[in-house]
T-cell receptor, first 114, second 114 residues
């Protein structure tokens, strides 16, 4: 079946611009995670959704970052006033429920802020 | 603060030899522990997890890991390495209550030599 998909695969933007990154989880997965991965590092947790609600947003670095999942399926990560330090690969993952289930990761969106 | 350490950036092993990729963790409660693998140009894939019960867990592709509570470790092992095991391996931890945040290590690159 279809896995987790993310669009776009690559995004280049200028400093100060607004960007949206999209994640399509596996159908039926109620849990959705966003991570950020910088070169040479492991994924860094940003936010977790259970259904439509953000159950844990403790990893969002500041108020420029925001994420939504209005219908409990597709999620969008929004970054305002981008900075060069936001450049990274943004990963999305989904899992069946809120328990410690294995996560299925998407291929990521590589964001470059110039 | 909760953390995961993968002390080796790279592990080299000859094909057919046993391999170990090390992981230690520091959490303020009981942990859920995971191993993920990242092949070139592919997303992170789940290998195995420890939730509770038997300290030795078996996973995909012949990998296994042993949870050692006294040493706060969760090393990944395989009795006989294959060249195709060459990839980037990540250890991850989540505490059992109070958060849905997953913490990943920085990754260990495994190189299996023919």
């Amino acid at each position: 079946g279809a896995g987790v998909s993310q669009t776009p695969s690559n995004k280049v933007t200028e400093k100060g611009k607004y960007v949206e990154l999209r994640c399509d989880p596996i159908s039926g997965h109620t849990a959705l995670y966003w991570y950020r991965q910088s070169l040479g590092q492991g994924p860094e947790f940003l936010i977790y959704f259970q259904g439509t609600g953000a159950a844990d947003d403790s990893g969002l670095p500041n108020d420029r970052f925001f994420a939504v999942r209005p219908e409990g399926s597709v999620s969008t990560l929004k970054i305002q006033r981008t900075e060069r330090g936001d450049s990274a690969v943004y990963l999305c993952a989904s899992s069946l429920g809120q328990g410690p289930d294995e996560q299925y990761f998407g291929p990521g969106t590589r964001l470059t802020v110039t | 603060a909760q953390s995961v350490a993968q002390p080796e950036d790279q592990v080299n092993v000859a094909e057919g030899n046993p391999l170990t990729v090390k992981c230690t963790y520091s959490v303020s409660g009981n942990p859920y522990l995971f191993w993920y693998v990242q092949y070139p140009n592919r997303g992170l894939q789940f290998l195995l997890k420890y939730i509770t019960g038997d300290n030795l867990v078996k996973g995909s592709y012949g990998f296994e890991a042993e949870f050692n509570k006294s040493q706060t470790s969760f090393h990944l092992k395989k009795p006989s390495a294959l060249v195709s095991d060459s990839a980037l391996y990540f250890c991850a931890v989540r505490v059992t209550s109070g958060t849905y945040k997953y913490i990943f290590g920085t990754g260990t690159r495994l190189k299996v030599l023919a």
